[in-house]
């Protein structure tokens, strides 16, 4: 006699499959004075599609917001003057002044800042000229924390690491949130992707945290009243 069919009681899952398609976007690097080795027109980045287009513009708004602050640094230079931003650094950054990578002591922050314009240069010359892993701008994972504002995993190579990030996409919708900020904090993702480090949520008075810092309040004293802990929240 035949029994009754069994009754399949396994689970049946479901195949996730999320489109990465990235959309190229190129942005011009500005031609800043007395480097040496040539420089890229432009830099290539590969921006996860599920951005909306006002997002993937003030992404390109906060690339160029970085770069420009790197210009001036340059151009100042050149006039025998220190920045705003490397003023502003060097009063502030006290701890981890050296990347991974530079084997000298730094003596002090405005040395520090040297560096970490060498290592910008460096990183935006792989980029552009193809010799680093192409940089994306990456949307979170599913199923993982996002990032408060912009991420950059830890890496110690300006000449091969790309600058990839991970972006919030909901911090970019803030309308409430000035681009300074996120400019800050696009420059702290890209300081750890070119060898730069910091204590598990310490960022007053080391390095990669006071350079962020100094751009999301304008370059300008700390007197002005705005609260470290109120930048921070934008950082890793």
């Known amino acids: 006699m035949k029994g009754r069919p069994r009754k399949d009681t396994s689970t049946k899952q479901e195949k996730l499959t999320i489109s990465q398609a990235f959309m190229r976007v190129t942005v011009a690097l500005p031609q800043a004075p007395s480097i040496e080795d040539p420089l890229p027109t432009h830099l290539t980045f590969f921006v996860d599609s599920r951005f909306t287009t006002a997002q993937r513009n003030r992404i390109t708004r906060l690339i160029t917001g970085v770069m420009s602050q790197w210009a001036r640094y340059y151009i100042n230079r050149d006039n ?40 910008l240069t460096r990183a935006f010359i792989a980029n552009g000229f193809g010799r680093a892993f ?56 890209w300081l750890h992707r070119i060898g730069y480090r910091h204590p598990a949520e310490l960022y007053t008075s080391y390095f990669i945290g006071e350079a962020a810092m100094c751009l999301m309040h304008g370059n300008t004293s700390k007197q002005s009243g705005v609260p470290d802990s109120r930048l921070t929240a934008f950082l890793d």
């Open 80 to 119: 025998g003057v220190n920045s705003p931003l490397k003023q502003c650094t060097a009063r502030y950054a006290r701890f981890n002044l050296a990347p991974e990578w530079f084997e000298d002591k730094i003596a002090n922050g405005n040395v520090a800042v040297d560096v970490m314009m060498d290592g």
């Open 134 to 189: 192409r940089a994306q701008i990456m949307y979170p994972s599913p199923g993982t924390t996002p990032p408060k504002a912009i991420r950059g995993a830890n890496a110690s190579d300006p000449d091969r690491n790309s600058l990839s990030v991970i972006i919030n996409p909901k911090t970019l919708s803030r309308i409430d949130l000035g681009d300074t900020t996120l400019i800050g904090s696009l420059l702290h993702a």
